[in-house]
């Protein structure tokens, strides 16, 4: 029993299993746990229940992902009235850096990139950097690892937001050049 615990003392013994000595006990920091598995049953370590916590919610969100990816697929949200309008276009009449996105991941999932990139171009040319940054945490977590190493500092956070701020600014901006970066 009291090789369960973390770190407990362990009596060091000889060959033959009789204490060397009834002097100071050597501490070992291994993890090993005993067989405490009963007749007839695996001795095969437990799984960590959080690991069957951690698939079912990914199955979950990789589920909804892809339904919302088949709805996106089959109704066009160029055409169909069943998607929610921007309400920032809507009062304002300017259009924000989301503007188009619906219309864009529909037409990259019919494999029209170049049409896509019409629509929204930051985020075609932002969805590798976000697989990038998200599919290598999202295995880590699965597998119940510590995250990879890829601490985005304060820097890149204000840069992320000056580059969605200034595209905003430049799809709203009437003249040829800018133009084309509106949806």
Same mark, same amino acid.
């Given at each position: 029993?009291?090789?369960?615990?973390?770190? #407990?003392?362990?009596?060091?013994?000889?060959?033959?299993?009789? +204490?060397?000595?009834?002097?100071?006990?050597?501490?070992?920091?291994?993890?090993?746990?005993?067989?405490?598995?009963?007749?007839?049953?695996?001795? %095969?370590?437990?799984?960590?229940?959080?690991?069957?916590?951690?698939?079912?919610?990914?199955?979950?969100?990789?589920?909804?992902?892809?339904?919302?990816? *088949?709805?996106?697929?089959?109704?066009?949200?160029?055409?169909?009235?069943?998607?929610?309008?921007?309400?920032?276009? %809507?009062?304002?009449?300017?259009?924000?850096?989301?503007?188009?996105?619906?219309?864009?991941?529909?037409?990259?999932?019919?494999?029209?990139?170049?049409?896509?990139?019409?629509?929204?171009?930051?985020?075609?040319?932002?969805?590798?950097?976000?697989?990038?940054?998200?599919?290598?945490?999202?295995?880590?977590?699965?597998? *119940? %690892?510590?995250?990879?190493?890829?601490?985005?500092?304060?820097?890149?956070?204000?840069?992320?937001?000056?580059?969605?701020?200034?595209?905003?600014?430049?799809?709203?901006? +009437?003249?040829? +050049?800018?133009?084309? #970066?509106? +949806?």
């Amino acid at each position: 029993m009291l090789g369960r615990y973390k770190g #407990l003392a362990q009596w060091p013994r000889s060959t033959d299993n009789t +204490p060397m000595c009834d002097s100071e006990p050597v501490v070992t920091h291994h993890r090993s746990r005993p067989n405490t598995a009963g007749p007839g049953m695996s001795s %095969r370590r437990r799984r960590d229940p959080g690991l069957w916590a951690r698939w079912c919610i990914s199955g979950l969100v990789l589920g909804l992902l892809v339904a919302a990816a *088949g709805y996106l697929f089959i109704f066009d949200p160029a055409r169909e009235g069943t998607y929610p309008i921007c309400l920032f276009h %809507r009062f304002t009449g300017l259009y924000c850096a989301g503007c188009g996105t619906a219309r864009a991941l529909h037409q990259l999932l019919h494999g029209r990139v170049l049409a896509a990139l019409d629509l929204n171009p930051l985020l075609i040319l932002a969805l590798p950097v976000l697989a990038w940054i998200g599919v290598p945490r999202w295995i880590a977590w699965l597998r *119940g %690892r510590p995250r990879p190493r890829r601490r985005i500092g304060i820097a890149w956070v204000l840069a992320i937001i000056t580059v969605v701020l200034l595209y905003t600014i430049a799809r709203n901006i +009437p003249l040829w +050049p800018f133009t084309v #970066l509106a +949806p």
